[in-house]
């Protein structure tokens, strides 16, 4: 066999490889996107600074969706809060933290779909339209003040919460570990495979940001390996209201909401934010 022929073997071998790995991520980028937990991760989520109970929702599309409502002891409307969790993230455990996290704030802690006991499987759209349903849910309230709704994302959340910020009239904006979209994350991560042409859950943030007026937050891991501080970078540029972008000492991707640097930079933010009349 001449080397003309080897090279076109090579290359077609090459070929093969190259469209099955395509075919592969564009297969499966669910679960890619996606980590659905269905375990909860604190298994009676109360609130030492809220009445805590369970409810379920329907979507729009009747899709149930199981999470919690904390709301404070005292009479409101209060100020309130709908949290977007991360990848990988059951909520039940925003439940038991949310006295230290939102204090004073009503709160609505949703499991996406597939995720907790909430039914369905996961997609943006759906997480973009589930989300604007549970704001509008949230601010119908009689504890809620309708003026006075944050929204907070966390990682994969941060994404959803800018799509829902976008059209609601949302006070402020939490965003934890953002990133500017999924697909240039998955661009760097399979830079030899025409990602844009098959990634359909792109959570473009970036495109997003210039058109979002509520004061925005950004906290960063100090150490974070799934969302390098480049694609932070490049969401903070272009945010059209930032108050402040800050790194958390002592923190990585996984534990960030978890430590107390986190949870009372969040509760000051909010509480400041809140104490400013409406617009």
Known sequence: ??????????????SMLWLAMT??????????????????????????????????????????????????????PHPAVVYFGGRSEEVSWVARDAGKLFPGMAVLAVNYRGYGDSHGDPAEHHM???????????????????RRIAVVGRSLGSGVAVQVALERDARA????????SLLAIAKRRFRALPIEYVLRHRFESVKYAAA????????????????????????VARLGRLHADETVPDSDHMNIPYLDGTQTRIANFLSQQFLRPPA
């Open 173 to 180: 904006i939490v965003l934890i570990t953002p990133y500017d």
């Open 1 to 14: 066999m001449d080397n003309s022929k080897k090279l076109a073997g090579v290359a077609g071998v090459a």
């Open 212 to 235: 979002l007026m509520a004061p925005t937050y950004v906290l960063r891991a100090a150490s974070d390996d799934i969302v390098p501080h480049s694609h932070t970078d490049q969401l």
């Open 128 to 146: 973009v339209e589930d989300g604007r349903m549970l704001y509008d849910w949230l601010g119908q309230h009689h504890h809620v003040d309708p």
């Open 23 to 76: 075919a592969a991520v564009a297969a499966n980028q669910r679960r890619l996107v996606f980590n659905p937990t269905v375990k909860r991760e604190v298994e009676r989520p109360v609130s030492s600074g809220h009445r805590t109970r369970p409810i379920v929702l329907r979507s729009k599309d009747g899709t149930r969706l199981s999470g919690w409502l904390m709301t404070p002891a005292a009479l409101g």
